[in-house]
């Protein structure tokens, strides 16, 4: 089956760097994206990887490793208004989206 | 595995017909379910808010006589594209909310529906 993996629940301080893992086993590949949703509201764009490497836009960076089917969010400069949930979910080879269960990142002061 | 499905994952239909997209909550009962619109690469659009046994809330901007939501049972919403043109072509997107233990709630988002209207 289809199987996205990330850490439930992660805490981190402000002014600090955080980095929120992801694995997946999907049936393809075709882009894995990362959201960033605040409680009751839409989740947003944050990237699209589909080559292996690293990605930067501004605070938060994301990394591909399509061998080992692995991802990774990287942010840095922590603010309290990144306190959110992050997504992870992969566009399969039927260009459906796998989704990961989110993992909510707590920032503290 | 998954726990909201999606039927039909694609669809192809021509300009002025209907198109029907089913949302399911596969092993729990929703009674909140979203239906969103995303282009790509871009942020999900929240289109509505379906509740069970009554009407969607819907967003400013959605047409609510083009977008029409069903919310029929604890485990189904359907999204009906209404009279669809090229430009309702999108990824529609459907989520479910669940009530975990300790009454926090838990959204688990669908695969998503491929429309494309010729």
């Known amino acids: 089956g289809q199987n996205i993996d990330q850490p439930t629940e992660m805490t981190a301080t402000e002014g600090a760097i955080v980095q929120i893992n992801c694995t997946y086993q999907t049936s393809g590949f075709n882009g894995l994206f990362w959201y960033q949703q605040h409680a009751g509201e839409a989740p947003t764009f944050l990237s699209y990887n589909v080559l292996d490497g690293l990605e930067e836009k501004g605070r938060f960076s994301s990394f591909l490793s399509r061998s080992k089917g692995y991802s990774y969010l990287l942010l840095k400069e922590l603010q309290m208004k990144d306190s959110a949930s992050y997504l992870c979910a992969v566009l399969d080879s039927n260009y459906q989206l796998i989704w990961g269960a989110g993992t909510k990142l707590i920032i503290k002061p | 595995g998954a726990v909201v499905s999606q039927h039909p994952s694609w669809v192809i239909c021509k300009s002025g017909t209907s198109v029907k997209i089913e949302c399911r909550s596969l092993d729990f009962q929703a009674t909140t379910m979203f239906w969103y619109r995303q282009f790509p690469k871009q942020s999900l659009m929240l289109m509505a808010t379906?509740?069970?046994?009554?009407?969607?809330?819907?967003e400013q901007g959605v047409e609510k006589d083009k977008f029409l939501i069903n919310h029929a049972s604890l485990t189904l919403s359907t999204l009906t594209v209404t009279s669809a043109h090229p430009e309702d072509s999108s990824f529609y997107i459907c989520s479910a909310k669940r009530r975990l233990a300790g009454a926090t709630d838990t959204q688990y988002f669908g695969p998503g529906t491929r429309l494309t209207v010729l």
């Open positions: 379906s509740n069970e046994g009554s009407k969607a809330t819907y």
